[in-house]
């Protein structure tokens, strides 16, 4: 079984999203399926017993948010949920402090122009480089299949270079051709 807190510093807090009924061993409280519970020497406590219960959560998905919350909250909790499917535990927020919360949002609306022009040129420079690998890539079919016509070659590199996870390395892998030769 995959450790919930692999990659994460050992001083920090874990807190688990449940999938079944707990309860509390502190209060004895019924917590539903979907509670938050943080376990401690093997018993599993309610976030107010485990003195989390003034906490906020903040789910995935904003990197900027959850980065500034978690530097200005004085105490906070990473929340993971067991996947099935992957079989390991995988991140689903922080718990942090609510004025950090607010803090945190404040930055972010500040320099969201300057995030959202960083993210341009980012996108920017990655259609330049997608680019230059299609052309590589179509010069690498018609040197292996020297009968190919130009537009055949062009089509078929822009199919297999289409944005995938994990394609680059697949589309070089099928066509036996090593990219640092090219």
Not at 93 to 116: H, M, Q, Y
Not at 132 to 158: G, H, K, L, P, S
Request: glycine share 4%; aromatic share 4%; with cysteine.
């Amino acid at each position: 079984m995959a450790s919930p807190t692999a990659g994460t510093p050992q001083d920090r807090i874990v807190v688990f999203w449940t999938r079944r009924e707990a309860t509390c061993n502190d209060c004895g409280e019924a917590l539903p399926p979907g509670s938050l519970i943080r376990l401690e020497d093997g018993s599993a406590n309610c976030l107010d017993c485990a003195d989390l219960g003034h906490l906020v959560l903040l789910l995935r998905g904003d990197a900027a948010l959850t980065r500034r919350a978690d530097k200005h909250s004085a105490r906070s909790a990473v929340v993971v949920r067991w996947s099935a499917a992957r079989r390991r535990y995988e991140r689903q927020g922080l718990l942090v402090e609510e004025g950090a919360l607010e803090r945190a949002e404040a930055e972010c609306l500040s320099d969201t122009d300057l995030r959202e022009a960083r993210r341009r040129r980012a996108a920017e420079a990655r259609a330049c480089e997608d680019e230059r690998f299609v052309d590589d890539f179509a010069r690498a079919i018609r040197r292996r299949y020297r009968a190919c016509a130009d537009e055949v070659a062009e089509a078929i590199a822009r199919h297999a270079c289409a944005r995938r996870p994990r394609s680059r390395p697949r589309a070089f892998e099928l066509l036996g051709v090593n990219p640092a030769r090219m």
